[in-house]
């Protein structure tokens, strides 16, 4: 089974790629991962890719292709595979069809983690932690019992990410769209795009990938 794992930062995204990987043996494939490990392992794939970003350039899409060729072969035909991050053109989705043909799989399904934006804002910005020992508490949700007050240490410094801000969310929520515009309507069309609750609890959450991988 072969499938594209989509979410925004926040979803869980990172959680379900691996309860996929240790449920079914699947692999991961991130094009950013690979890459990195391809130049650093020195393969002919990597040696090109790191000429190319020692220039300063974007890598192309075809040295993407070459990377996810290699990697499903080395995988072997009987391990799935998480697409993660790509493809993120019509281009690249067009060429995942070709690299996978090629190897006698095909794009099983689409799996979207959704998400309320405004829920998203609440939860994230909402975090805070003991500065102490780092239990997580959060403004709405869960508060110590006593204002001010670690229950775990009782230390009383709390600290707050920078990045957890509206703002922040809400850019990286935009970013998220632009990047999966040009390519969920090709998997809608086929219909093999699955939306799931990205809100719900961890465990719902997986149970629902499970459901919609099994129609
Ligand atoms: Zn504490």
Same mark, same amino acid.
């Given at each position: 089974?072969?499938?594209?794992?989509?979410?925004?930062?926040?979803? =869980?995204?990172?959680?379900?790629?691996?309860?996929?990987?240790?449920?079914?043996?699947?692999?991961?494939?991130?094009?950013?991962?690979?890459?990195?490990?391809?130049?650093?392992?020195?393969?002919?794939?990597?040696?090109?890719?790191?000429?190319?970003?020692?220039?300063?350039?974007?890598?192309?899409?075809?040295?993407?292709?070459?990377?996810?060729?290699?990697?499903?072969?080395?995988?072997?035909?009987?391990?799935?595979?998480?697409?993660?991050?790509?493809?993120?053109?019509?281009?690249?989705?067009?060429?995942?069809?070709?690299?996978?043909?090629?190897?006698?799989?095909?794009?099983?399904?689409?799996?979207?983690?959704?998400?309320?934006?405004?829920?998203?804002?609440?939860?994230?910005?909402?975090?805070?932690?003991?500065?102490?020992?780092?239990?997580?508490?959060?403004?709405?949700?869960?508060?110590?019992?006593?204002?001010?007050?670690?229950?775990?240490?009782? =230390?009383?410094?709390?600290?707050?990410?920078?990045?957890?801000?509206?703002?922040?969310?809400?850019?990286?929520?935009?970013?998220?769209?632009?990047?999966?515009?040009?390519?969920?309507?090709?998997?809608?069309?086929?219909?093999?795009?699955?939306?799931?609750?990205?809100?719900?609890?961890?465990?719902?959450?997986?149970?629902?990938?499970?459901?919609?991988?099994?129609?």
């Amino acid at each position: 089974m072969n499938i594209i794992l989509l979410g925004p930062p926040g979803a =869980g995204k990172g959680t379900q790629a691996q309860r996929l990987v240790e449920r079914h043996g699947m692999r991961q494939l991130s094009t950013g991962d690979m890459l990195r490990a391809a130049v650093k392992a020195g393969t002919p794939t990597g040696l090109e890719a790191k000429a190319v970003m020692e220039r300063g350039e974007l890598v192309s899409d075809e040295i993407v292709s070459a990377l996810i060729g290699d990697e499903l072969d080395a995988m072997g035909p009987s391990v799935g595979a998480i697409f993660d991050g790509y493809p993120r053109t019509a281009a690249q989705a067009e060429s995942l069809d070709a690299i996978l043909a090629g190897r006698g799989r095909k794009l099983d399904h689409v799996v979207e983690l959704e998400v309320n934006e405004d829920a998203l804002v609440e939860r994230i910005t909402g975090r805070f932690t003991c500065a102490t020992c780092g239990k997580g508490y959060h403004d709405k949700f869960e508060q110590p019992k006593v204002p001010g007050v670690c229950d775990k240490c009782g =230390g009383t410094e709390f600290k707050r990410r920078p990045d957890d801000n509206a703002e922040t969310v809400r850019t990286r929520m935009a970013e998220y769209r632009a990047k999966t515009a040009p390519i969920l309507p090709i998997y809608e069309a086929r219909g093999i795009v699955a939306k799931v609750d990205g809100m719900a609890e961890m465990d719902d959450v997986t149970a629902a990938i499970e459901a919609a991988l099994k129609s």
